[in-house]
């Protein structure tokens, strides 16, 4: 386990954002305001337990923190949608993990305009810049390594292609209560110069317990993983959102080469509408 350990806790934090990010297809266009304020607003504070288990034993190993805010810098008309992952303590002597994933889209319609990527794992260390050219259809790239000098592209995208954070939220937006079992539904993401299409699959409504927190009504979707150094062939994720309008992950689980991989709920704060979804 030890010489897969540090892959893990690395893989953990992008799994966290991946989980959650493309439960129907994401279109880069308009969004209502009324189902903006549904979904989530400016103050909304959700953090996320990550945790690995190998021979049966689960190790709460971090946590990651969304938080939507808005833009004092760029743009005052912007949202700023912040994600922090933070390796516990015990683990930061061995394989320290501090990473920021942000955006910045259009309030109304969730259209990104720029996206930052900062990682620093275990000592690896990683910044991506993105700012979006939606008139000409292409993405300008900054990115750079290991404190090396930063590399410049032009990336040609569809219009349907967001960064991973906007569409986490973009999905919190749409509508799911016509979803019917086994349908499928795309995803487009753009991530360092790739581009990943995923398909995820709903599979059924399902009362789940968290540790610590309670009972959720929610609403179970798979996907399939891409084989690497982590994940085997076949293998899926599988996301358990809250059946209710705020639409939250609440709890995901995943198979990888050597043991399995969860994020639970912790805690939420400043949620636009009532988190019904919970039971007790």
Known sequence: MAKYF?????HIFLFNLLFSMGLTSVKAQA?????????????EEITYILSYTWLFIWTDVGEVRFKVQSDTQHNPNLLHLHVFGTSYPFYDWFFKVRDV???????????????NRNINEGGYAKENEYDF?????EVN????????????????VEPETVD?????????????????PMTSYPVSIILDREIYNVKYIYLAKETIRVK???EFKTLKFRVELVAGDVFKEGQYLYVWVSDDANKIPI?????????SVKARLSGWKGLSSPLNSKIN
């Open 6 to 10: 540090p892959r893990v806790l690395r």
């Open 31 to 43: 969004v209502s305001n009324d189902n903006l304020s549904h979904a989530f607003s400016v103050g």
């Open 101 to 115: 994933y942000e955006s910045w889209v259009e309030p109304s319609t969730l259209i990104p305009l720029r996206f």
């Open 133 to 137: 050219n939606w008139k000409s259809n």
């Open 141 to 156: 790239a900054r990115i750079r390594r290991r404190g090396g000098d930063s590399k410049f592209y032009t990336i040609p």
């Open 164 to 180: 991973l954070v906007t569409a986490i939220y973009i999905t919190r937006n749409l509508d799911f209560s016509k979803a019917t």
């Open 212 to 214: 610590g927190i309670g």
């Open 251 to 259: 709890y995901i689980e995943s198979p990888i080469k050597v043991g």
